[in-house]
């Protein structure tokens, strides 16, 4: 369990010393003497004294992280003089259309922020740049990163962009209300029915109305599905060699948790609560409408801007029997090359910059991401942090995974009978069952 005033103390040492440090002149996070491999001076890539201007898109725009990702950019360009990139933002909702748009027009960027499970996918549409010709000449950049990340930007065994940052999933919950509950605010339940059980303990009722839920699966960021993938040991929709295993036991098991946990609480009572949520000043659990929260480790930042005085907790999400693993899951974007650029030589130097450690490590630091370089990540100075560290950490329980090519758009199909079981519209066997069937007429549709 870490504890959050301590976390709190820690991590403004490690932001003030960054920023000291460059107020003093020292070296920018970039710097190619940290081993940033920056680009030195002479010709571009194409033989030309010329400088080459890159065009990157990133959907990084808010107060917190467009500051960081243009600082990095600004280092970069100076670090070198063939080679000048300029940022353009575009909203998360817009910025892969806009790009689809720009490939097909013979206009793309030069560089962009892409989103990791989807690399092959991409790869197999012929919208990314294959990286082989440029790894070639360094096969060590790989080593940068962890292997469930690399694996990721694979396609047909080669490589079609580098993977930038991630995230794992972990319980926050509230001690002053487990405390108020009679329970261990050093000890978080370690099993999913021991959860249950504190859960039961935790919630708070004036007459028929819910004051407090103590733990609902249905709020915050681990949903039945991730559920179903901790319970099914780490094994997500298909299994090793790509069939489906939607219906397979342990998933109806995750369902007819999430079930009883409704059942108990009372659908309607939990849809009500959630209404009542509001902006991310009033997040639920911040507020201390939710005891437990499970969420991506990043949520620490809000709970810092918004949760001042609020004595939290961090632990790994559940195991469903003692040595069954506390399997959480992850996401994260990677910096490629679209389809089409006409710099990708030098659009290759400056995401090898990007995804060095110095550069990683600043963005670690600002934006208290899991990045995907492990020397970065395992930072000692970061690990002085101890939510930071039990990030870290978690990455040993973490799983990614690649949309599959024979069904990219499988999710949707499961999505349905999910709702329908937790509705008590269908009962849950009958609901998996419909999705795996579902799901292998995709297969079969796209194998033909």
């Not at 940052?165 to 002053?176: C, G, I, L, S, V």
Request: net charge neutral; charged share 25%.
């Amino acid at each position: 369990m870490v504890n959050k005033r301590a976390a709190g103390a820690t991590l403004a040492v490690v932001l003030g010393a960054g920023m000291l440090l460059a107020a003093c002149g020292g070296k920018a996070p970039g710097n190619a003497s940290e081993g940033n491999n920056a680009p030195s001076g002479g010709t571009t890539g194409n033989g030309s004294n010329e400088v080459v201007e890159l065009d990157f898109w990133t959907f990084w725009g808010s107060e917190q992280r467009r500051p960081v990702i243009e600082k990095l950019i600004d280092d970069f360009n100076k670090s070198q003089n063939r080679i000048r990139v300029k940022h353009t933002y575009y909203p998360f909702g817009d910025i892969w259309t806009k790009e689809l748009a720009a490939v097909a027009a013979g206009n793309p960027p030069d560089v962009i922020i892409n989103d990791i499970n989807s690399t092959a996918i991409r790869a197999e549409k012929k919208q990314n740049v294959n990286l082989q010709e440029f790894l070639a000449k360094d096969q060590s950049i790989k080593d940068r990163f962890y292997p469930e990340l690399w694996n990721t930007v694979l396609y047909k065994g080669e490589a079609y962009a580098l993977p930038f940052n991630t995230d794992t999933r972990m319980m926050f919950y509230n001690k002053t209300l487990f405390k108020e509950a009679g329970l261990d605010p050093e000890k978080f339940p370690n099993t999913w029915a021991e959860l249950e059980e504190a859960a039961k303990k935790l919630d708070k009722k004036s007459g028929d109305k819910y004051t407090v839920i103590g733990y609902s699966p249905q709020y915050g960021g681990f949903d039945w599905g991730s559920i179903a993938m901790n319970f099914d040991g780490g094994r997500n929709w298909f299994d090793e060699n790509g069939k489906p295993v939607v219906n397979a036991p342990a998933k109806l098991e995750a369902m007819e948790y999430v079930i009883a946990n409704a059942d108990r609480i009372g659908q309607k009572n939990l849809d009500a609560f959630k209404a009542e949520f509001g902006s991310k000043q009033a997040n639920p659990f911040i507020a201390g409408k939710v005891a437990i929260w499970p969420n991506n480790t990043t949520f620490y930042t809000e709970i810092r801007d918004y949760g001042q005085g609020l004595d939290f907790g961090i632990a790994p999400i559940p195991e469903k029997t003692p040595g069954s693993g506390h399997w959480s899951i992850g996401g994260g974007f990677v910096i490629e090359i679209p389809a089409g650029a006409k710099h990708p030589a030098e659009s290759f130097e400056f995401m090898k910059y990007m995804t060095d450690v110095a550069a990683q490590k600043y963005w670690a630091e600002k934006n208290f991401d899991n990045v995907a370089n492990i020397k970065a990540a395992e930072d000692p100075e970061l690990a002085k942090n101890p939510i930071y560290k039990a990030a870290v950490d978690n990455m040993k329980w973490t799983k990614v995974f690649p949309t599959p090519l024979n069904a990219p758009d499988f999710q949707k199909l499961i999505d349905p009978q999910r709702d329908a079981a937790i509705l008590k519209k269908t009962p849950a066997k009958e609901a998996l069952d419909k999705a795996q069937a579902d799901v292998e007429n995709l297969i079969k549709q796209n194998t033909k």
